[in-house]
């Protein structure tokens, strides 16, 4: 139901007009419309003047609880609560007497749908919004009046012009009391200590005072002191230990006032003191020597200096520390220099290959997406319901870059899922004391205790968030990401300091970029991030590559300083259309591992019916016969799984390269043509309508696709204008229940309205269809003519199955909340399928017998004894559609002090993602050792590497300090060379740029 909000009109005089003609009078009429779970909220522009406004701007205020986001037809910019207007190109001019009709501003809103407040349409009142609001005056300076753990404010009262709702105690830069008059009590102070307080005034706007000017006062000692100790701390367990450092975790005391410190005792001498408001109940016993037994126990300290009894005592004794730790270090991961005692063995093993548990030979890694909370009506997936025994690793998805350009999840409260919120009543859910956080973090380490054996990684960045991120009200902020940060090594330096100690600070092991994405290939990635990408393609390759590189070094010096290794990983594209504009992911070097993003690859942003995943290609692909990929890459198609893995295996070992799974489905809806949709089309019919990033909309010349709705889209997202984006996202579980016939007793949380709407209702019949060449399952319903790729048991039995045989590091599981169980109780006892870990089961069972995953990048090759100095570096690629054929400079840079004479010859690997057909154009000799594939790569890519040798020329040397390049051209993208050698004076080489073992 529409809800319209009406006022007077207000004029607005123009300088130097005549009264007569008194040029444009502007209103806003302010609209909202119920949507269930949001509303559509709008203001239309009136000019009831004579003359046409040919600009205008508008301003409001959120009222308490309420967001907007995914706006059209203006841009608004967001500064705490206040929003500001300005008109798009559709509706800057209202003709005198018109309004801005089909082109208003609008917006999705959440929480009460009433008016914003203030509103202002160029400076005037708006029609609809209440009376114009000032913020109040700011407080008076406060009283004091101190106790010995207390101090007594009182101030003088603010004025404004509607009313004061309260006010806001601030000790030093920390809010620590709210409270609705001029008084208020601090309190669980420490006796015989100075501290300053402000206030600041809020109205029923929610509009902020300046502050007051500051009080400081000292508290009283104490006459009759506090001495009642703490209550005694839990028994220190040891949650990870090291050859030099164990971390520790206990029970937290309680306190008549408040706990203020723990001691942490090593035998009887104090090893550290954890402070905090509260103190957290965990540190790191850094400097204890190798294989060495340690006692510590802990107790607790309050603001009186009163000490409780120590606890319980804990006997750890510290790893054996390997000769050297590089003997743990995986082939070709990065060293940083100047950095000493990188904990490499607290990790990986004597041969670079990472303890994950008996059962655990290769990696199960699932990501835990934050937003699955419940308290938007949809069903919720929290910690208690990932199956942690049969898993390694979970990336929590996202933390994002904030307005300061440091990681963040958002200001920390009771609605702020990752720290804040609470599940009352929820088994599993019960919040655990000892941290002083609560929320999605607090579960996740809660059940880490439980499983010591899992690790969790912040996955920063997401689709949503590279380029921006969302505010605490869920209003998007287009700040640049890691667009803007990357672009400098100062922004960089932040960032990457902030990352470190949030997973200090938060228990993470370690940091996941989902970075989308760096490449000159135009109009990539988030639409909404254009105007921050486009401009920089040429140069986002570089500022990832010193992103990584800046975060493995920061990495590495907290690893020595803590005796704790951290993870750096990395989501990785599978595309090759968007891999071409990446150069060679130089970025390899510094990452324990890649997880391939092996899934997204066709989709209803295009017209071309295809499998969402693929694991190969199957010489039909519509979408690469149109731009004849085959024809002109030797009959490569490189919109499949085995294609990425073999991109990346060019570059590093196949076990640090991880196949991704989608538990989720993509398809379309109008699909004519194909083998029950398969290689169909499949066109949005009024292509004006196609979606951002798409289509005409990015100038290219096919068509945006037409993609599935309502029922076959359980999983939407709304786009700007608070319609359902049409793409067939559906969970793994819906999609069996759509194969039975099932509609599916939870369609309305997620905001389906079958009772009104024929497109959220079930009709026809969905068949499971199936291509073991591309190890690609579908549902096909041929009375709707939809068409949903997704993943089963069959596909997931085979792709694990790959791993396996390929050595593969393991899998990585978009998301954990797709899987699948059937549920016999639900729907009224009728049974349904619905959140499980069916999928996870089948991979961890097959993953668990497998043998250890492929540790050298050479795999069996032997590589030569001894190492000369020399790097290598592919630079010099054009920008975007420019770049082909891909014909970069390497370079050879001898930093040895032995001369590399002409007539040597250099040797290296490069993946058989490009076919055999890289030559030279510089004047040495290239010429080909040996070749790991020709021809298509129907059912997948045969071997790894293609091998090439460079000869220098006779009259040629690389000198100490020298540096010599040669130009080279090959068809499709690699990644970086690898197991280069140097062969001179009868001496074969390898070169440190490979980082061997």
Request: charged letters at 15%; a negative charge.
């Amino acid at each position: 139901m529409a809800v319209v909000y009406a006022a007077a009109t207000v004029g607005m005089a123009t300088v130097g007009t005549p009264v007569a003609h008194a040029a444009a009078s502007l209103s806003a009429k302010f609209t909202a419309a119920d949507r269930g779970t949001w509303w559509q909220g709008g203001y239309e522009v009136r000019n009831a003047g004579d003359t046409a406004a040919t600009t205008w701007t508008l301003e409001f205020d959120l009222n308490s609880g309420q967001s907007i986001g995914n706006w059209w037809n203006g841009t608004p910019t967001v500064s705490g609560g206040h929003v500001t207007v300005r008109p798009s190109s559709t509706n800057a001019n209202v003709p005198a007497g018109g309004t801005t009709g089909g082109n208003s501003f609008g917006f999705v809103g959440t929480g009460p749908s009433t008016p914003p407040a203030n509103c202002k349409i160029n400076g005037n009142p708006c029609e609809g919004g209440p009376p114009p609001d000032s913020p109040p005056t700011a407080p008076g300076r406060p009283v004091a009046t101190p106790d010995t753990t207390s101090v007594a404010l009182t101030w003088t009262a603010s004025t404004d012009d509607k009313q004061v709702a309260g006010y806001d105690v601030y000790q030093g830069g920390a809010k620590v009391r709210s409270v609705t008059t001029n008084a208020a009590t601090v309190d669980g102070l420490a006796a015989d200590t100075e501290y300053t307080f402000t206030v600041k005034a809020r109205d029923s706007a929610n509009q902020e005072s300046a502050s007051s000017p500051a009080t400081t006062v000292r508290t009283l000692k104490d006459p009759t002191p506090d001495t009642e100790a703490p209550t005694v701390p839990g028994t220190p367990a040891a949650t990870g230990k090291s050859a030099t450092g164990v971390t520790l975790r206990w029970d937290a005391s309680t306190d008549n006032r408040a706990v203020t410190s723990y001691e942490v005792y090593n035998g009887d001498t104090l090893a550290t003191t954890v402070t905090g408001t509260p103190p957290g109940a965990t540190t790191t016993v850094g400097g204890l020597a190798e294989d060495t037994e340690y006692t510590f126990k802990v107790r607790a300290g309050d603001g009186a200096g009163n000490r409780s009894a120590f606890s319980g005592t804990v006997t750890v004794r510290t790893d054996k520390q390997p000769a050297d730790q590089s003997a743990c270090r995986p082939d070709g991961l990065y060293r940083s220099p100047g950095v000493t005692g990188v904990p490499y063995c607290s990790v990986y093993d004597t041969d670079g290959r990472e303890k994950m548990g008996a059962d655990h030979p290769r990696r199960v890694i699932g990501y835990f997406t934050s937003w699955r909370t419940g308290r938007n009506g949809a069903p919720a997936y929290l910690a208690g319901d990932i199956p942690w025994d049969k898993i390694t690793h979970i990336n929590y998805a996202f933390a994002h870059i904030d307005g300061q350009g440091k990681v963040s999840v958002g200001t920390p409260g009771p609605d702020n899922p990752a720290l804040g919120m609470q599940w009352p009543g929820v088994a599993g859910a019960e919040m655990d004391p000892s941290y002083a956080y609560k929320g999605h973090f607090n579960l996740l380490n809660k059940f880490k205790k439980q499983h010591p054996g899992v690790k969790t990684i912040l996955s920063i960045g997401g689709w949503a968030e590279t380029g921006g991120y969302l505010d605490d009200n869920g209003v998007r902020q287009a700040t640049g990401g890691f667009y803007t940060m990357a672009s400098s090594q100062a922004g960089i330096n932040t960032f990457a300091d902030s990352a470190v100690k949030f997973i200090k600070d938060y228990g993470f092991d370690g940091v996941d970029i989902d970075y989308e994405y760096a490449t000159s290939a135009p109009s990539a990635g988030n639409p909404d991030d254009f105007a921050f990408s486009n401009p920089r393609r040429a140069t986002l390759m570089a500022g990832y590559v010193n992103l990584m590189r800046t975060l493995r070094q920061k990495l590495d010096a907290a690893a020595a300083a803590d005796g704790k290794y951290y993870l750096l990983t990395a989501a990785t594209s599978a595309s090759g259309w968007i891999l071409r504009g990446s150069e060679s992911y130089q970025v390899t070097p510094y990452l324990d591992y890649a997880n391939m993003m092996t899934y997204d690859l066709h989709g209803a942003w295009n017209q071309f019916v295809g499998p969402l995943q693929a694991l190969y290609d199957d010489g039909t692909d519509a979408e690469m016969k149109h731009w004849n990929v085959y024809g002109t890459y030797s009959g490569i198609g490189y919109l499949n799984g085995d294609w990425a893995y073999h991109h990346l295996r060019g570059a590093i070992q196949s076990g640090r390269i991880n196949l991704g799974l989608g538990y989720y489905s993509r398809g379309w809806k109008g699909v004519t043509g194909g083998a029950d949709g398969l290689w169909g089309t499949s066109a949005l019919p009024n292509q004006n309508d196609c979606p951002e990033g798409t289509g005409g909309k990015i100038g290219s010349t096919v068509p945006c696709g037409d993609g599935a709705i309502g029922i076959d889209n359980l999983w939407h997202d709304l786009d700007r204008t608070g319609k359902e984006v049409p793409a067939g996202v559906n969970p793994v579980w819906h999609l069996k229940n759509l194969q039975e016939g099932r509609q599916g007793s939870y369609i309305t949380q997620y905001g389906l309205t079958p009772d009104t709407d024929p497109a959220d209702r079930v009709s026809g019949t969905y068949t499971r269809k199936y291509s073991s060449s591309m190890v690609a399952p579908w549902l096909w319903n041929n009375d709707k003519k939809v068409y949903l790729s997704t993943e089963d048991d069959q596909s997931v039995q085979a792709k694990a199955d790959y791993v396996v045989g390929k050595g593969l590091g393991g899998i990585m599981i978009w998301e954990l909340a797709g899987d699948y169980a059937y549920h016999p109780e639900r729907d009224g006892g009728r049974g349904e399928y619905f959140i499980g870990d069916t999928l996870t089961t089948k991979i961890y069972n097959t993953l668990k017998a497998a043998g250890p995953y492929g540790n050298l990048k050479a795999g069996t090759r032997t590589m030569p004894a001894q190492t000369l100095n020399v790097q290598a570096e592919l630079y010099g690629f054009a920008v975007g559609d420019a770049n082909y054929p891909i014909s970069p400079k390497l370079k050879f840079t001898n930093n040895s002090t032995t001369a590399i004479p002409g007539g040597a010859t250099i040797e290296f690997d490069y993946g058989t993602s490009a076919p055999a057909t890289m030559t030279q154009q510089t004047g040495w000799t290239l010429s080909t050792v040996s070749t790991g594939h020709t021809g298509p790569n129907t059912g997948g890519l045969k071997g790894d590497f293609h091998r090439v040798r460079l000869t220098v020329p006779t009259w040629e040397s690389i000198a100490p300090g020298q540096s010599k390049e040669v130009q080279l051209r090959y068809d499709l993208p690699i990644a970086n060379p690898s197991n280069f050698t140097v062969t001179f004076g009868g001496q074969s080489y390898r070169m440190a740029f490979d980082n061997p073992r």
